[in-house]
């Protein structure tokens, strides 16, 4: 059973547009970060929320938590080509008691 | 370094023959997740060794596959009798505890002959 479940699983946008990755579970998640990971590479954290709509900004990236703390957005503001990547978000659930992770949405960003 | 190291960083293998394959978390980090990705795929969940419980094996996809922490730091993954099926970067990721963030090395690429 995925408990997350991540949409688009594959973005390829120009630079400059804009683009939101979403993050969907029945579950609720005592927290949940996001993840970049580029090829050759393990992920690299970007965000932690815990909070129940929570909205944090790092530059041109919003993450959002839902208030039921089930959901998830990533939204990237003018893309660049840097921001190619996997972006995987990850929950920590207390009932699996360990965290789980999202199918990963490749995000595709042409100059 | 602080980071997650693993070793090596490449293997390649014949069909059949056995890997060992580590990772040396960052120190004081009593967590511990061995992952399998494929090229361009999510992460498939292996193991979790969390302090001294019990490890969560629930995602070892066959009994070819063992992994072992020894007092708590260094991690093994071993793969018996090694099929094509298991070639993929094995991502190992270590936290301080249950609910913080992970930390992942940059994985071993297995490809296996």
């Known amino acids: 059973t995925q408990l997350l479940k991540q949409s688009p699983q594959f973005l390829s946008i120009q630079e400059g547009e804009n683009l939101t990755v979403y993050c969907n579970s029945s579950s609720v998640f005592s927290s949940l970060q996001w993840y970049r990971q580029e090829p050759g590479e393990g992920p690299v954290l970007l965000v932690t929320?815990?909070?129940?709509?929570e909205v944090k900004k790092l530059k041109r990236l919003t993450f959002q938590f839902g208030d039921a703390r089930k959901d998830s957005s990533l939204h990237i503001t003018a893309a660049q080509p840097g921001d190619t990547g996997l972006y995987l978000c990850?929950?920590?659930?207390?009932?699996?008691?360990?965290?789980?992770f999202g199918d990963g949405t490749t995000l595709t960003v042409k100059p | 370094g602080a980071g997650v190291s693993q070793s090596p960083s490449n293997k390649v293998t014949e069909k059949g023959k056995d890997v060992e394959l580590r990772c040396d978390p960052i120190?004081?980090?009593?967590?511990l997740y061995w992952y399998r990705q494929s090229l361009g795929q999510g992460l498939e969940f292996l193991i979790y060794f969390q302090g001294n419980s019990a490890p969560d094996k629930s995602g070892l996809p066959s009994d070819r596959f063992s992994a072992e922490r020894t007092g708590g730091s260094v991690s093994t993954l071993t793969i018996q009798r090694t099929q094509q099926e298991d070639s993929a970067v094995y991502l190992c990721a270590s936290t301080k505890g249950a609910n913080s963030p992970l930390h992942f090395g940059n994985g071993t690429r297995l490809t296996v002959t």
């Open positions: 929320v815990v909070t129940g709509g």
């Open positions: 120190s004081g980090h009593t967590a």
């Open positions: 990850a929950g920590f659930n207390t009932n699996a008691g360990k965290s789980t």
